[in-house]
Nanobody, 121 residues
């Protein structure tokens, strides 16, 4: 079974930083796509960031470009999200996600329980 366990959320002030971590299991890190989704109350789940091993590129939502960075530790099968210059609109539950059967950032079809990020103004 694919398992993705996110941690590292919390309370930050506007302009502050947080680093989210995700422990993964149940899928291969030989050819993969992993990333982060977020969902705020009353809003749809949104793709935030993704890394694909197929092209070695990272992809970001326009709203977080230049502020967030996704990275991986392949040996430990972990995914990270460095979030800088946080804004109140970044407040949401953040879920670590993966393409369990391939390496497409368009197909992050598995995600675990999220971690809450709250940014105060």
């Amino acid at each position: 079974d694919v398992q993705l366990q996110a941690s590292g959320g919390g309370l930050a002030q506007t302009g502050g930083s947080l680093r989210l971590s995700c422990e993964t299991s149940g899928f291969s890190f030989d050819d993969f796509a992993v990333g982060w989704l977020r969902q705020a109350p009353g809003k749809e789940r949104q793709g935030v960031a993704c890394f694909s091993s197929t092209d070695g590129r990272s992809y970001y939502a326009d709203s977080v470009k230049g502020r967030f960075a996704v990275s991986t530790d392949i040996a430990k099968k972990m995914v990270f999200l460095e979030m800088n210059n946080l804004k109140p609109e970044d407040s949401a539950v953040y879920h670590c996600a993966a393409d369990a059967a391939g390496s497409s950032c368009l197909n992050l079809n598995s995600w675990g329980q999220g971690t809450q990020v709250t940014v105060s103004s």
